[in-house]
């Protein structure tokens, strides 16, 4: 009986096991990306600052009202920058851990939507910071009233480029989200497409909640999640036609 237990026990150990050296593996390198980034993080924290300074007022400056706030803000931001440059590592662990568990065809559904996965957030998160910040932040400098300086908080200014980049990131992961709900079954394409102007809808709603109060940058989310959206349809399209289509 003792055996039995321990046969049957034997396999939880062995993946718990394997999920704790996956996630060490993990841990290092997000260590090491940040050793390397490190170095660089006044640089990196001037190059995500860029698009606030380049549109405030000639002659101010950003300001950093905590003690600590000129070490801890390139500090927090280094440290999301290397979770952010091991993505693709991190998922290929999360896969390898996944992927002796999931059947042929799952698996060749997976590894391309991992991929894209990947690609689209990197895509949300660029939309943000080359198309969103410049024409967000000249609008908010634009209509600061008469006699205010703006002058922004180092650290208030990082917490609030972050949730817009994740917010952003996360928006464009919507194709893959389609994909996966037609895939499962959860929906249809049909059931989505009759569904588009409740999906708009949802999307300004999305915008206005994810991104701050100003219709600039709840417009830039909205309708490229629209566009997306309509690029998980034809991807939904694509997969299932293949899916039924007569093996050769």
Partial sequence: MTDAS?????????????????????MVVIFIVFLCLFTFSRELYTLVAKPLMDA???????????VASPFLAPFKLTLYLSVFAAMPFLLHQAWAFVAPGLYKHEKKLAIPLLTS????????????????????FQFFTAIAPEGVAVTTDISSYLDFVL?????????????????????TGATTVEKLSKARAYVVVGCFVIG?????????????????????????????????????????
């Fill in 163 to 183: 949730a817009l980049f994740l917010a952003f990131g996360l928006a464009f992961e919507l194709p893959i989200a389609i994909v996966l709900l037609v895939s």
């Fill in 117 to 136: 996965s990947v690609l689209l957030f990197y895509g949300g998160a660029a939309f943000a910071y080359f198309v969103v910040f410049p024409l967000m």
């Fill in 6 to 26: 321990n046969d049957a026990g034997q396999p939880l150990i062995a993946h718990l096991l394997e999920l704790r050296n996956r996630l060490l593996k993990a």
């Fill in 208 to 248: 206005m909640l994810l991104t701050p109060p100003d219709i600039i940058s709840q417009t830039l989310l909205a309708i490229p999640m629209w566009f997306l959206f309509e690029m998980g349809l034809l991807a939904a399209r694509m997969i299932k036609k293949q899916a039924s289509a007569p093996p050769e």
């Fill in 56 to 66: 405030m007022p000639s002659g101010t400056n950003m300001i950093a009202t905590g």
